[in-house]
């Protein structure tokens, strides 16, 4: 939607480059000032160690099937360098039995997409969990959300 704010730096994992494609094309350019796109948790952590420990993203899209850890444990170390920041983290993965999304949900992810998605589900996914992470504790929903 044109005019928005811009809503700061994304981080987007998966190893498929045809999945990291399809969610950077279903992103608004116009609502972010840069996507770092990474294929494994190695190179994730790469980054991380080069930003400040004021930094943080805007919000998180990660992928359950990852080479050497999961999409599961990058969730858990996500929260853990960013604890006490609400920072919203949507799994976006072909993985969704009802198993997967309980572990999203405990490994403290705030929104599931399956794949293969649509840009708008995707967009709506996002949405939600930027506007619950401006919520007041008390007002937040803790459970998952789940975009089919």
Excluded at 23 to 48: M, V
Excluded at 55 to 71: H, R
Excluded at 87 to 109: C, H, R, W
Aim: glycine share 6%; hydrophobic share 40%; proline share 3%.
């Amino acid at each position: 939607m044109a005019g928005q704010q811009e809503i700061g730096s994304i981080l987007v994992i998966d190893d498929d480059a045809d999945g990291r494609s399809a969610i950077k094309a279903a992103l608004n350019p116009e609502r972010q000032t840069r996507i770092f796109e990474c294929d494994s948790s190695g190179a994730l952590h790469r980054y991380l160690d080069q930003q400040t420990w004021t930094w943080f993203p805007a919000f998180a899209l990660v992928d359950l099937v990852l080479p050497a850890i999961s999409g599961y444990d990058v969730v858990r170390r996500l929260r853990d360098r960013f604890i006490g920041r609400r920072i919203p983290i949507i799994i976006v993965s072909k993985m969704s039995t009802g198993e997967d999304i309980l572990e999203a949900q405990v490994a403290g992810a705030d929104a599931f997409v399956r794949k293969p998605f649509t840009n708008d589900i995707l967009t709506l996914a996002i949405d939600d969990c930027l506007e619950n992470a401006k919520k007041n504790s008390s007002d937040k929903r803790y459970s998952i959300a789940y975009y089919l």
